[in-house]
């Protein structure tokens, strides 16, 4: 099968879709792969080493010409007009972007969007959400410790102690428990909240403290425990509580990392103005959760700002300011998705039985499949 490979140029998107070592698997198992020439710069991975793997060096209108795409967005307008009808679409496509999937249905792609995996053993090395949440989680704190005026460790020195810094994570999915693993290597003193109760072992497991907000009612238990572990919104009378929690969490902190996310919903608000307004002059508060309206109302999206004396970073692609590894780690999870699609004699083979490939389809022959 021919497979392209484009520059992604969606604005500080730096990360690129396949490495030089996933262009050698691929051409190993026979097929031929043309990289856009520059698409991986930014990556660390020059046209040279993708030359050396066996791709060909092609412009971007060859690229879009394969059978087969791998891109780390979702294509914007003019993107689309360049594929082939027919053609196959691998990437991180934004299953909950209904306006964007009737785009790709339009222009008569196949297209998966790898977010929509089921969270099972078998996918979890094509688990783009958990590979790209690791690099944010990781990179969160260290954009924390940069903007912090502080050390992060406890030091004793001739000139007097400095205390460690206090982190405190709220949400310990993946992100979170990466942040928590993170911040303790760097000396700090962490605790963590999240509604699910399986992740109070994760989160003391790597040292942290959990913010135990004990379920008072049959619906907070419920609720809490989510859905394909995944969290659903939880009551607002355990909201409350949890809120008063992170709030007097929070006056004791230097940083705070926000990672809470709800599939298919704006973030739940839990760090307010109020609380933002009593932390101590110099904090910082990255929100990882500002695309999607973020766990603080005061980050701005995108933006690093600086209010009640607090740093809010507000970024919203972490993953594309660590471009190499998040590449090397994107690009092996996509090589493990086109085993389930294309066949041994190198063919496509959309199997619907199987419930990767079911969930992650998007759109199909110009329809887009129901959900
Ligand atoms: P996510 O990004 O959807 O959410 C981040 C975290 O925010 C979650 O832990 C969630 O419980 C938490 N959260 C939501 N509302 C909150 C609130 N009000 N207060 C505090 N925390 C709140 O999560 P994710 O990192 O994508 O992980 C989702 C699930 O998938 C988890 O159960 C995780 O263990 C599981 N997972 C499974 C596999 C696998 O088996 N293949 C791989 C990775 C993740």
């Known amino acids: 099968m021919h497979i392209g ?21 691929l051409v190993s198992q026979g097929h031929s792969v043309s990289v856009e020439r520059g698409a991986g710069q930014r990556a660390c991975v020059t046209d040279s080493h993708y030359e050396a793997a066996g791709a060909m060096l092609v412009s971007a209108d060859e690229a879009f010409a394969a059978d087969l795409l791998l891109k780390v967005t979702s294509p914007n307008a003019d993107e689309l007009k360049r594929f082939k009808s027919g053609a196959v679409l691998v990437g991180m496509l934004d299953p909950f972007d209904s306006e964007g999937i009737k785009h790709l249905a339009a222009a008569g792609l196949a297209a998966f969007a790898l977010e929509a995996a089921p969270r099972t053993s078998r996918a979890q090395s094509l688990d783009v959400l958990s590979s790209q949440a690791g690099v944010a989680g990781y990179k969160a704190v260290l954009l924390a410790a940069h903007h912090y005026p502080r050390f992060m460790p406890l030091l004793m020195t001739a000139a007097g102690t400095v205390k460690a810094a206090r982190v405190l994570v709220l949400g310990a999915g993946v992100a979170g428990l990466q942040a928590i693993a993170t911040a303790k290597r760097l000396g700090a003193v962490v605790e963590a909240s999240d509604v699910r109760p399986a992740v109070k072992e994760q989160i003391e497991s790597l040292g942290a403290k959990f913010i135990d907000v004990p379920y008072e009612t049959d619906e907070e238990r419920e609720c809490a425990e989510g859905v394909g572990g995944y969290a659903r919104p939880m009551p607002a009378s355990w909201l409350a509580r949890q809120a008063e929690a992170v709030h007097q969490r929070a006056l004791q902190a230097d940083i705070i990392i926000c990672t809470a996310l709800i599939p298919g919903r704006k973030a739940p608000v839990l760090l307010q103005e109020h609380t933002v307004q009593a932390m101590k002059a110099g904090s910082v508060v990255v929100d990882l959760a500002a695309a999607r309206g973020g766990n603080c109302p005061l980050t701005e999206s995108g933006q690093i700002v600086q209010k009640h004396g607090v740093t809010l970073i507000g970024l919203t692609n972490l993953p594309a300011l660590m471009p190499a590894d998040a590449s090397a780690l994107y690009a092996r ?39």
């Open 5 to 25: 490979v484009p520059l992604e140029t969606t604005a500080g998107e730096t990360r690129v879709a396949a490495t030089a070592e996933t262009v050698k698997k």
């Open 333 to 371: 999870n996509l090589l493990d998705f086109l085993k389930l699609i294309v066949d041994k004699d190198g063919q496509l083979a959309i199997n619907l039985e199987d419930d990767i490939v079911a969930a992650c389809l998007m759109c199909l022959d110009g329809q887009v499949k129901s959900r």
